[in-house]
Structure formats: C-alpha cells, structure tokens
C-alpha cells in the first residue's frame, strides 16, 4: 500500500493565486521556513479538500511562526553583508533548481523501465521503421494513385503513433497520481480521445510551421525580378527563413513531446493544449532546453549500446544488400530505438509535471 506517500503529497496556493504542489512535509516546511513560500498562503492535502492558512496546520504551525519572526526580524534595511547573502542564497536557489531537474529525470528512468511501457515504445520503433520503409514502396504506385495513398498512410502512421504516445503518457500519469500501475479501464477509452486530440495539436503546431516555411522557401521565386527593391525582398525573405528555420526545428522536437502529457494531465481541448504548449515555451524556453538535451543525452546513453550491434552486423554485410535485407536492418534499428522512445515520453511528464506544478526541491 501508498498510503503514506498519497497523504504526504500537499497543493500550495500562493497569495497571488497560483498553484503548486510539494512532494512532502518535510520539504514544505523546509520552504515555508525558510520564507520560500509566503506566510499568505493556503494549502490542502487533495483537490477535494478546502484550503487552510499554514498556521492552521499542525505540521506546518512552527514553521510558518519562524518564518514570520524572520520575516519581522529582517525588516530593517539591508547593510551589504545582507546583500551579500542574498546573493548567494539566490545563486543556492539556482542550483538547488539544477539539481531538482536532475533528480527528475532519474526518477523518469525508473518509471521508464516498465514492460507495459517498452513494450509501446517498441511497438512505436518497429511502426517509424516499418513507415518508412511503405513510404519507399508508396513511390512505386502508379502516378495516379501516389497522393491517394501517400494522404492515407501519414494519416494512418499519425494516429497509430500517437496512439503509443497517448498511452505511454496516459500510463505514467496515472502510476505517478495513484502511486500504483493503471487499470486497463483506466487507460481506455480516454486514450482513443486523446489520441485524436493530439493528433490535431501536431497537425496545427507542425503543419502550420512547415506551411511558413515553404512559403518562405517559395517566396524569392514568386517575386518579379525587374526592379532592384524585388531583390532586397527576396534577400530579406531569404534571411527571415532561415532565422525561422534555426528557432522553428527544434521547437517541432518539443512539440510532440511536451504537447501529449499536456492534454493528457490537464485534459484541455486542442485548441487550449496548444496554448498552453506555447506558455510554456515563452516562460520556460531555457529550462525546457536544458530539459530536454539532459534527457536525450541520458536516453542516447541507454540506446547507443543496442545500434553498435546492428550497425556492425549490416557493415560486416557489404554495401549491395537485398532489399530483404535493408528492411530487416531498419526494423532492427527501430527495434533499438525502444529506450530512447520510452525514455523521453515519460521523462517529458516528469517535466510538465514539474514546470507546471513543482516548486523547489530541498537539498536537506
């Protein structure tokens, strides 16, 4: 049984109305001690609950009285051994941040290692493999029926993607708010809806930026070339594409990976998942980096070992390979990919979880 790890989890309301949530006792009081969190705040164990000033709750009474004798006590004008200390307690502050993403993302590669979930992302491996190897025979179609059938399995290979997607992410969100493994109930039908949500959030953020883009690409053509100020257009569209371009990638790295857990865990419509994808770019773009490129070292850590095998094997093969042969390699490599999908779909909870909801995480 959870139960202490359930009944040790608090909501924290500030006095300027927001919300964030502490993993446990000792680390709250740690922060309302320490005038972290406001002597204004309200909290509650569960959403049900109604929310109680600190000095109301015995577990928290002490602290919040030391917290607002220091507060008291440091009224007066701070001398520059203050300043001095405010400084370092701030660069302490940062760290400790550091440090908590770390944290995060070592615990993420716990709940990664789950059957229920590597056995999705390998699902998702072999289909990116086997996708791309129908695309090539796509080509082989008589000319009428190309885009036909090239419309017919993106939509197919989009929905089946982030169908594994919506229950990876539909799975950790559930063992991590129920501190147990989720019922099959409790992953369908919910995951089939968040499927076709997310499946339009990647069509909306993906297709209108790749639509930019080529129109920025096409753009130069399209101008008249007879008059010098047509050129300086074409310059200028020239370089605002490729600024787009350099921001606009690795943004379409984040979209699918933050965007699921998104509409997962606050359950918003399209539209309001998008938004909240782009408040979270505008307010945590450094701290979503640096997220992202700790993950992914970690998870290419986990994956390099599995494709040094398979490369070997198909070099030791030659260069002229079967076809036969080239589609069982790139199966294969799927297949390898399998720690680095699973990885990086629960580790991107871990990280909404934490940039929504979490505050800081004490180094006591």
């Not at 993993?23 to 705040?41: C, F």
């Not at 594994?164 to 995951?191: C, D, F, H, N």
């Not at 720690?339 to 990280?351: E, G, S």
Request: hydrophobic content about 50%.
């Amino acid at each position: 049984m959870n139960t202490l790890q359930d009944s040790d989890l608090w909501y924290v309301r500030l006095p300027d109305g927001r919300v964030i949530r502490s993993r446990n006792t000792v680390s709250l009081r740690y922060h309302v001690r320490r005038g972290r969190i406001p002597p204004g705040s309200r909290v509650r164990r569960a959403p049900t609950d109604a929310w109680q000033k600190l000095h109301e709750v015995a577990d928290l009474a002490e602290a919040a009285a030391v917290a607002v004798a220091r507060a008291h006590k440091n009224n007066g004008q701070l001398d520059a051994l203050t300043r001095k200390r405010s400084r370092t307690a701030f660069q302490e502050t940062r760290l400790l941040g550091v440090r908590g993403m770390v944290r995060e993302l070592l615990d993420a590669l716990d709940s990664s290692l789950n059957r229920a979930k590597m056995g999705t992302a390998c699902l998702l491996g072999m289909l990116g493999a086997i996708g791309s190897i129908t695309w090539m025979l796509v080509g082989t179609l008589p000319v009428e029926w190309r885009t036909p059938a090239a419309s017919a399995w993106a939509v197919l290979l989009l929905l089946a993607a982030c169908l594994g997607i919506s229950t990876i992410t539909q799975y950790t969100a559930i063992e991590l708010s129920k501190m147990r493994q989720p019922r099959l109930r409790e992953l369908w039908p919910s995951v089939v809806g968040q499927t076709v949500r997310l499946a339009a959030a990647l069509l909306l953020v993906v297709g209108g930026g790749v639509a930019l883009i080529l129109c920025l690409r096409w753009l130069p053509g399209w101008l008249p070339d007879d008059h010098p100020w047509w050129g300086y257009a074409a310059s200028a569209a020239l370089v605002l594409r490729l600024i787009l371009e350099v921001v606009f990638w690795p943004v379409i790295a984040l979209a699918p990976l933050l965007l699921s857990p998104i509409l997962v865990v606050q359950d918003y419509g399209v539209l309001g998942g998008v938004r909240e994808w782009w408040r979270l770019l505008r307010q945590h773009l450094g701290r979503i980096f640096l997220y992202e490129a700790l993950a992914t070292t970690l998870a290419a850590i986990f994956t390099v070992p599995l494709l040094i095998p398979i490369g070997i094997a198909s070099w030791s093969m030659g260069d002229h390979q079967p076809q036969v042969v080239e589609a069982t390699v790139t199966v294969l490599r799927g297949i390898a990919l399998t720690p680095l999908i699973a990885y990086l779909l629960v580790a991107n909870v871990f990280i909404y979880l934490n940039l929504r909801f979490e505050f800081f995480h004490s180094a006591r």
